[in-house]
């Protein structure tokens, strides 16, 4: 059987997301069959979608194809071939090792169950490795754009991947409920992924007992036996490990995974059902092609596959209708950049925010009527990520704040009715870096987050604190930028400049993101570019509080920690904290340093204000910085004409409590 169109391919997904169980895993009413089952079609849709993305995003533009037709009955028979057999050859040795060790009492490092979960882990996620690595790979884990799904694992050599973290784990958790071996759930961090179960699995234990979860780490590359032997671990484990081997950390200050942001410290995301692995699996599907960019004047832009676009765009939309999404904000803020780049009509709803303003009183203005408040349903995406976040997860993510950030930077930054919206930006922005600074400051583990914070500045200098001097944009009556085509690269891919508010066509595409959360190629050339020219007087005054929260955030970071190590803080870094500041006129400066520093109306405490518009603008107020402090050395350097700031103004304060 083959699909021949987008509609066809989506009906066909809808159907078997219907089937899925909305219960978790670990419920004792839910049939262990039908876990087989709806794992199956998860295995089957991410081979799909998987055959899907690597059809369209080579980098070699003659290898790349049109989507349709889709030999769905082969792609279905291949998993049942090829990879199966592999979770059947698995579960024999997960045996014959159980066996083994029950013979020999070995238990040392847990109850028999624990022991024989963890063998079973680690045999899947060897066989898996096995079959996926790539020779041209070695036995590193690249960071690659394309090595997340099960084709990859079974078809990897024809585009020379291997498979990154997510690949790794959601296979591994995908084998383990298709072979019956043990309740396992995918579990995600912003940026890892690993296994996790219930520790309810000890011979002879009661119902009602306390159920604590489990880790292992799966996402090892290599086939030597070291590589081999480390999977299956608990992640405090990995951690133990790396802690002795240096030598620079002392003791009290090791980080664990309670206090690490790539195991996101106690709020993981626990994927408890089929259905939620799925979202994740398409959440993460990636629409770039390759590395490849063109240039368009000073800037470069990605080029991406737009039937990929739409494709992934339409599934989440089934995957959010069915509610599997509701606990995953990666998902949701997913949707929300594939809408933001490829609209459809539902992304294009106006939806009633009232609650989420405060006091908030408004005219017709943007699709505001009778008092209410009114925005996108693709706005309202990042808006319930962010509340998910907050709600679920204890506030531990970064990237949905990143993500409603460059929303609404692309949409203000060359529309000057829109304007208020690249105040939103900046807030969205210290958001992000307040998240992060909430982490202990681990250079192997913060690494990732460390890009985010340096991409990040490249873009509040780049597309806010600077402009162009013409501005070429048209504006649609939704108040956000309309795409601007500047470059067509065959039939499937084109270069847009700023974010898409109407229907594209089949081959139409935008600027695309990364699943990491970073969504803008970072380049910071501004030849062409001048110091944003602020139409209204308090919008400047409010981004830069804004600007000043997202430096205050990091600065408290090193402070807590009491060492240096953001880089955008250094004095010679190209986007340095006088170069940004210093965009902005004495009178708006002093304004925000004025307005920060009063501490009387600060509304930044109700985390119930996630939407604001342009007459009901927020401040930041109360830095926690000891370098943003009154009278601070920096605070001083604001208030001149011309902003300089020396290395005494930016060294870290002495701690008075002589930590």
Known sequence: MNIYSHEELTTQFQNDVKSLSTKSAQDDVVDPKKIEQDYLKVAIWNFVVGYCEALSTHKDSTRRYSLFPVPFRALCQLVLEEFLPLLNDAKQKSASVATSNSTNNSTKNGSSAQLRHRQAVQTIANIIWKRAQNKKC?????????????YTCLCGDVDGKSLDCFGAASLVVVGMNLSALGNSCLTLSEDHAYESHSKQLNDGETKDAVIVRGTCEVAIPGNTKTAQSKRGREISETFSSQNQSSTQR??????????????????????ENAGMVLAAMIGNVNCDVEKQKLKTGEEKMPVVSGPLYKLKRDLLWVLHDAGFMKKIPFALIELGDCEEHMSSERGMEWIDVTGLVQGAKCDSNNGNEGGKIAVLRNEKLFMDAIHISRKLYDDSQAYPYLYAGHYHKDAGRDDPTQEYRLVESLRFYSEASRVASKYQYDSRDCMQLMKHMCTVASLIYRDILMHPFSNISSTSSAGTITSSTTSVCGSDEVVTTAQNTGNPSEGDTAASSSSSGTIENNNDKSNNKQPRKWQLQKNAIAAITWLLSFYDSLFHWEEREGQSFVEILGLRHKHSFAKMLGTFDLDSRRGAVETMLDGSNNNTTDKRIQAVTENQLQYFQNPRSQRLVKDSLLIQALLKEKVIVKELDMAIPSNELGR
């Open 138 to 150: 070695g036995t590193l884990m690249q960071d690659e754009l394309h090595a997340n799904s099960l």
């Open 250 to 271: 002392k003791k009290l200050d090791a980080i664990t995974a309670e206090t690490s942001w790539l195991y996101m410290a106690k709020n993981p995301v626990i994927c």
